[in-house]
């Protein structure tokens, strides 16, 4: 059974600075690994998502890498704004089943 | 492109009522899913359907939590008799494939909360 784990689960950042999103999972047997955002009363929207044969995705200003023989990916956002705040989860999929992590609530101050 | 719908927004009930959640997936999805959400905690699989045919409903409680998408399209949720532990967000999700690299697309979610 896979096992997400998203540390640390908070984190606060004046506007500017880079953010760095850590998720950890126990199978390295991973189909792929999907990074959402979640935003207060809202459902999941999917930023990136990494098949098991790649080593990093990029979109903007947001980029996730995926290190399967740790069992680590890496969310990085450049230049964080205050309309990033919010929870980002993480997810691997094993098969078609998404196992989650229970995210990290951002905090960007202006 | 419409994106999935879900009613109600909200929903209070007291303990041992019945409550029903209805999502309707984005237009030529194949696969349907229902997630819980609990405060603090990331989604839960509760049933993944494809088409009208369940494909996982490993993690329902089916002694109190019921689902069906009739048709392969629209789908319910019902949970009867709810209990306190059931109160969270109930998340549906939709995804053109059934394999796991596809992405899945989540409505706004309904939030119960049993009294």
């Known amino acids: 059974k896979q096992e997400v784990t998203q540390i640390p689960a908070a984190l606060s950042v004046p506007e500017g600075e880079n953010l760095v999103l850590n998720c950890s999972f126990t199978d390295s047997a991973i189909y792929n690994l999907q990074w959402f955002r979640q935003d207060p009363g809202k459902g999941l929207t999917s930023l990136l998502l990494?098949?098991?044969?790649?080593r990093e995705q990029t979109s903007g200003r947001l980029n996730a890498s995926l290190d399967k023989s740790s069992g680590r990916s890496t969310l990085y956002i450049a230049a964080s704004q205050p309309g990033d705040s919010a929870t980002y989860l993480c997810?691997?999929?094993?098969?078609?089943?998404?196992?989650f992590g229970a995210g990290t609530t951002v905090t960007v101050r202006a | 492109e419409a994106g999935v719908a879900q009613s109600p927004r909200y929903k209070i009930i007291e303990k041992r009522q019945s409550v029903a959640f209805w999502c309707n997936p984005i237009s030529g999805h194949a696969t349907l899913y229902w997630y819980q959400q609990i405060l603090g905690q990331g989604p839960k699989l509760l049933i993944q359907?494809?088409?009208?045919?369940?494909?996982?409903d490993s993690q329902l409680p089916k002694d109190r939590f019921s689902a069906e998408r009739l048709k392969g399209v629209d789908s319910t949720l019902k949970i009867q008799p709810a209990k306190l532990e059931d109160s969270a967000v109930y998340l549906c999700a939709s995804s053109f494939g059934t394999s796991g690299g596809d992405t899945q697309y989540f409505g706004p979610g309904t939030r119960l909360t049993v009294l």
């Open positions: 990494i098949q098991s044969s790649q």
């Open positions: 997810a691997g999929s094993n098969d078609y089943k998404l196992s």
């Open positions: 359907f494809q088409n009208n045919g369940v494909v996982d």
